[in-house]
């Protein structure tokens, strides 16, 4: 005769604990995030200081950020624990978020004389995240003006010359604008370069951010408070973290930016003038 009961000794199916698979999380997997439903390829990964995060992008390439946790997602819908690849193989060269070799191993080298300045903190911090191995193994130093009104008198004061280099990144460098006309006749020891973007935000894809575009914003409005508003984001400090975690590499900047960064490291750096 059959135990009506069971075996006790079990275990209650709702309580015992389950195994959960883990899965490597590899570029183009599609998985579910079991919380909200959003389902979509990996394109990415971020890291944070509450943890480590997986990027997706759905099939109509909007973006979101989602913590790897235990058994936070589903494949097939069968949960499972996403892991991050394992680092490169060796012998097989890793590059850096700007798409060039990473070296493994160097040592910081003293800031050399030369720099290159931009114009506020997200400017130097999205530079940062793309070249900031490249930078680090030429030595050099990105500076931000707090302003571009501060140009002028920061030169006087840094003296620009043979070996003592400034490349200098702009927003919004377009025909007729005041960057325009602050940024003239500065010498040959000064490259300025730029993007047409009203805000350095805007040279973020927007699918990387996980928008359709940019929200348009009156030029009598401030656009980081407009933009923010426009999209449904708490604060520009809230707008702040969302484009900056978008950012994983160059792939996800637009090409007037990555153009005009390449510019200045080449001129800071061209052979015979860092010292």
Same mark, same amino acid.
């Given at each position: 005769m059959s135990d009506r009961y069971g075996d006790i000794f079990s275990g209650h +199916?709702?309580? #015992?604990?389950?195994?959960? $698979?883990? %899965?490597?999380?590899?570029?183009?997997?599609?998985?579910?995030?079991? #919380? $909200?439903?959003?389902?979509? *390829? %990996? %394109?990415?990964?971020?890291?944070?200081? @509450? =943890?480590?995060?997986?990027?997706?992008a759905d099939a109509r390439g909007a973006v979101r950020l989602f913590a790897?946790?235990?058994a936070a997602f589903l494949i097939d819908g069968k949960p499972v624990t996403l892991v991050r +690849? *394992?680092?490169? *193989?060796?012998?097989?060269? *890793?590059?850096?978020?700007? =798409? $060039?070799?990473? /070296?493994?191993?160097?040592? #910081?080298?003293?800031a050399a004389p030369s720099r290159i300045w931009v114009e506020g903190v997200h400017d130097a911090a999205l530079v940062e995240r793309v070249w900031g191995h490249d930078l680090r193994v030429e030595g050099v130093v990105v500076e931000h003006l707090e302003g571009l009104d501060n140009l002028a008198a920061r030169l006087a004061e840094f003296g620009p010359g043979p070996g003592r280099r400034v490349g200098v990144l702009v927003d919004h460098l377009v025909t007729g604008?005041?960057?325009?006309?602050?940024?003239? !006749?500065?010498?040959?020891? %000064?490259?300025?370069? !730029?993007?047409?973007?009203? @805000?350095?935000?805007?040279? /973020?894809?927007? #699918?990387?951010? =996980?928008?359709?575009?940019?929200?348009?914003?009156?030029r009598d409005e401030d656009w980081k408070t407009g933009v923010?508003?426009?999209l449904g984001w708490d604060t520009p400090q809230d707008g702040w973290r969302r484009v900056y975690s978008a950012v994983n590499s160059f792939r996800d900047l637009e090409a007037p930016l990555l153009g005009a960064v390449e510019r200045l490291i080449d001129f800071v750096t061209e052979p015979g003038e860092q010292f």
């Open positions: +199916p709702h309580t #015992a604990k389950r195994t959960v $698979s883990q %899965v490597v999380a590899e570029p183009e997997l599609v998985v579910e995030d079991a #919380a $909200s439903g959003f389902c979509g *390829a %990996v %394109v990415g990964f971020d890291r944070s200081y @509450d =943890g480590d995060f997986v990027k997706l790897l946790r235990e +690849p *394992a680092k490169s *193989a060796p012998g097989k060269p *890793a590059r850096s978020a700007s =798409g $060039s070799t990473r /070296v493994e191993g160097v040592r #910081a080298k003293v604008s005041k960057e325009t006309h602050l940024t003239a !006749g500065l010498g040959e020891f %000064v490259l300025v370069t !730029g993007h047409p973007f009203v @805000d350095v935000w805007q040279a /973020v894809k927007p #699918a990387a951010v =996980g928008i359709p575009e940019w929200p348009r914003v009156p923010c508003t426009r």
